[in-house]
T-cell receptor, first 115, second 113 residues
Framework: AQTVTQSQPEMSVQEAETVTLSCTYD???????LFWYKQPPSRQMILVIR??????QNATENRFSVNFQKAAKSFSLKISDSQLGDTAMYFC????????????FGSGTQLTVLP | DTAVSQTPKYLVTQMGNDKSIKCEQN?????MYWYKQDSKKFLKIMFS???????INETVPNRFSPKSPDKAHLNLHINSLELGDSAVYFC????????????FGQGTRLTVV
């Protein structure tokens, strides 16, 4: 079974600063995908960024980037130039590749961007 | 054009009632899911359907019954609602083999009184 751990229940950052959210996971799978989802107060679950485990290059989407360390089973999210609209709950998630299996989520990190 | 839509967004009902939540996706995905998000925001899989067939059924009371009339729809029926069923229920869909991640509906906040 896979587990996903987010050890920071809450974080805050000043607007325009950079913040890093941590995520570790445990799996015996060799091929898998990792994701960060954002859930703002509107409740909508929004896919922020994805990483394929067999790719060594870290994924980047505009102000969002990841630091993927496969050996350490670590998948952190860096948000640069934080904006007030980034205030949300952030979930790390894992899915094995090649089969119709569900996402396993971490417990989430509530990020507040301060003006 | 909403990719995954679920109705209703809010549902308030009394204990003991039976209710349904509907979900539809227009992405052409072959797998659909129901997740439950509890009061602590923890997301847990309930059911997964692939091409209209049930492939995952986590430890969920049998008062919860999913129905998938076709690949684009996955409805959730709940019998004899209990206070502990109060939560946000998310429908999602994915094209799993691509690993692109799941796309979620806007959630249904169920409150049992």
């Amino acid at each position: 079974a896979q587990t996903v751990t987010q050890s920071q229940p809450e974080m805050s950052v000043q607007e325009a600063e950079t913040v890093t959210l941590s995520c570790t996971y445990d799996t015996s799978e060799n091929n898998y995908y990792l994701f960060w989802y954002k859930q703002p107060p509107s409740r909508q679950m929004i896919l922020v960024i994805r990483q394929e485990a067999y790719k060594q290059q870290n994924a980047t989407e505009n102000r969002f980037s990841v630091n993927f360390q496969k050996a350490a089973k670590s998948f952190s999210l860096k948000i640069s130039d934080s904006q007030l609209g980034d205030t949300a709950m952030y979930f790390c998630a894992f899915v094995p590749s090649g089969s119709a299996r569900q996402l396993t989520f971490g417990s989430g990190t509530q990020l507040t961007v301060l003006p | 054009d909403t990719a995954v839509s679920q109705t209703p967004k809010y549902l308030v009902t009394q204990m003991g009632n039976d209710k349904s939540i509907k979900c539809e996706q227009n992405l052409g995905h072959d797998t659909m899911y129901w997740y439950k998000q509890d009061s602590k925001k923890f997301l847990k899989i309930m059911f997964s359907y692939n091409n209209k067939e049930l492939i995952i059924n986590e430890t969920v009371p049998n008062r919860f019954s999913p129905k998938s009339p076709d690949k684009a729809h996955l409805n959730l029926h709940i019998n004899s609602l209990e206070l502990g069923d109060s939560a946000v229920y998310f429908c999602a869909s994915s094209q799993d083999l691509t690993g692109r991640g799941a796309f979620f509906g806007q959630g249904t906040r169920l409150t049992v009184v």
